[in-house]
C-alpha cells in the first residue's frame, strides 16, 4: 500500500531522517506514480535534504501528475530556485497562488524566491500572508525567518526559525540557520551551539563543519577553524572551495608553508598528495584530484592571498604572483583588500625584478 509508504516517509522526516524519508516516498511514488501528494512531498524533503537537482526532478514528475495542481506549480517553484533559475521560479509560483490563492505553502516559497532576487518587501509580505492562512506551517514560519534574515532583522528571524523548530526540532537546516543569526550578532556561544546541534543531527555534512570553521575563523581562533575543515576535507576530499578556506586559516595563523599547498588546490588544482607526496587514491584505488575553483566573488580572496605569498617567497615571474594579483585586480578593481594586495605585492616584485637586473612588465589592469 503506497499510503503505508508515505506515512513511514512523514514519520521518517519528523524525525529528522531525511535520507529515510526520502527512501519512503521514493516506495510510494514507485507504486504510485499518478498521486501528485507523494512527487510534491518527495521533492520538498529533498530540498530540506539539499538535494536539489533531484527535487526538481521530483518536482518534475508532480507537474506531469497533475499539471494544474497548485500544489506541483508551488513545488516546482521552490525547486527551481534552488537551482538559480530565479525568473522561472518567480513565474511558477505566481501561477500556484493564480490557481489556489488560500494554499500557504506557495506563498512561503514565493517569499523565499522574492528574497532571493532582493525584493525584500514583497518577499516579507508573502511569508506573513503564508503565517497567516497556516500559523501552524514550518515552511511558513521558515519563510518568514528567511524574510527577516534577508533584512538584518536577526532577532526577528530567530524567532521565527525556533518556531519552525517547534514543528520539527530535528531539522539541520534550521539549526544552521539559528547558528548564523546568533553570528551575524555576534553572539558566539549560541551560534557556536547551533551550529553544534546540527552537526550531531547530521555528521556526514560538511555545512555545519564549515559553519563551524567560519565561526571560530571570526574570532581569530585558527587552530580550532582549521580542525573544523579537516574534519570536512575527510568527508570532501576534493572540494576545493574547503582548501581555500583552509588555505586563508594557514596564512592569517602564519603558518605559510602550510597555506600555499592549500591555496594551490583551491586555485590551480591538481592532484592530491598526503604529507609524504605520494597520491591519496579514493575507494577504487585511483588518484583524487581536485578541479581548480573559477575566479568569481566566491574565491576572489584565494587568488590574492596566494600571490601575496608567492610574492612574500619572491616567485615573481609573470606567471606566478603577478598573474594572480592581476586577474584579481581585474576582477574586482575597487575592492579596497585587492588594491591594497596588488601595491604591496607589486612593489615587492619590482624590488626582486631590479635586484635580478632583468625587470618584467608590469602587467595592468
Not at 533531484?54 to 516546482?76: D, F, H, R, T, V
Not at 501552524?136 to 514560519?141: G, P, Q
Not at 594551490?264 to 581536485?290: C, F
Not at 584579481?328 to 585587492?338: C, E, K, M
Amino acid at each position: 500500500n503506497p499510503r503505508s509508504f508515505a506515512e513511514e516517509g512523514e514519520a521518517q522526516f519528523a524525525a529528522g531522517k531525511l535520507e529515510e524519508a526520502i527512501a519512503a516516498y521514493q516506495r510510494a511514488t514507485q507504486i504510485d506514480s499518478r498521486n501528485v501528494d507523494y512527487w510534491v512531498a518527495l521533492a520538498r524533503i529533498q530540498i530540506y535534504a539539499q538535494q536539489y537537482d533531484q527535487a526538481l526532478e521530483s518536482a518534475q514528475n508532480a507537474l506531469l501528475a497533475a499539471p494544474n495542481s497548485p500544489k506541483s506549480k508551488a513545488i516546482y517553484a521552490w525547486a527551481l530556485d534552488y537551482i538559480g533559475d530565479l525568473e522561472g521560479a518567480q513565474a511558477a509560483a505566481v501561477q500556484a497562488i493564480a490557481l489556489d490563492s488560500n494554499y500557504a505553502p506557495a506563498h512561503a516559497y514565493y517569499s523565499e524566491i522574492l528574497n532571493d532576487s532582493s525584493k525584500w518587501e514583497q518577499g516579507q509580505n508573502e511569508a506573513q500572508l503564508a503565517l497567516t492562512l497556516d500559523p501552524n506551517s514550518l515552511d511558513a514560519h521558515r519563510a518568514m525567518g528567511y524574510a527577516n534574515e534577508s533584512v538584518g532583522n536577526y532577532r526577528g528571524a530567530i524567532e521565527h526559525y525556533k518556531n519552525a523548530l517547534a514543528i520539527n526540532p530535528n531539522l539541520m537546516t534550521l539549526y544552521i540557520a539559528l547558528g548564523k543569526n546568533y553570528r551575524a550578532l555576534g553572539e558566539k556561544d549560541q551560534a557556536i551551539f547551533y551550529f553544534s546541534k546540527a552537526n550531531a543531527l547530521d555528521p556526514k555534512n560538511i555545512e555545519p563543519y564549515l559553519a563551524l570553521s567560519r565561526t571560530y575563523y571570526q574570532y581569530d581562533e585558527f587552530g580550532t577553524a582549521a580542525q573544523y575543515l579537516q574534519s570536512a576535507l575527510e568527508l570532501d576530499p576534493t572540494n576545493a572551495d574547503i582548501h581555500g578556506r583552509l588555505g586563508l586559516i594557514y596564512f592569517h595563523a602564519k603558518n605559510y608553508e602550510g597555506a600555499e599547498p592549500e591555496l594551490r588546490l583551491a586555485v590551480y588544482g591538481g592532484p592530491l598528495t598526503d604529507s609524504a607526496g605520494n597520491p591519496v587514491p579514493d575507494a577504487s584505488g585511483n588518484p583524487l584530484s581536485v578541479t581548480a575553483l573559477p575566479l568569481n566573488g566566491a574565491s576572489l580572496e584565494y587568488f590574492y592571498t596566494l600571490g601575496n605569498l608567492l610574492a612574500a617567497y619572491k616567485q615573481c615571474a609573470p606567471d606566478q604572483a603577478p598573474d594572480l594579483l592581476n586577474k584579481a585586480l581585474n576582477f574586482a578593481p575597487d575592492n579596497p583588500s585587492v588594491i591594497a594586495s596588488y601595491d604591496e605585492s607589486m612593489t615587492i616584485c619590482r624590488n626582486v625584478w631590479a635586484e635580478s637586473g632583468t625587470p618584467q612588465a608590469t602587467p595592468q589592469p
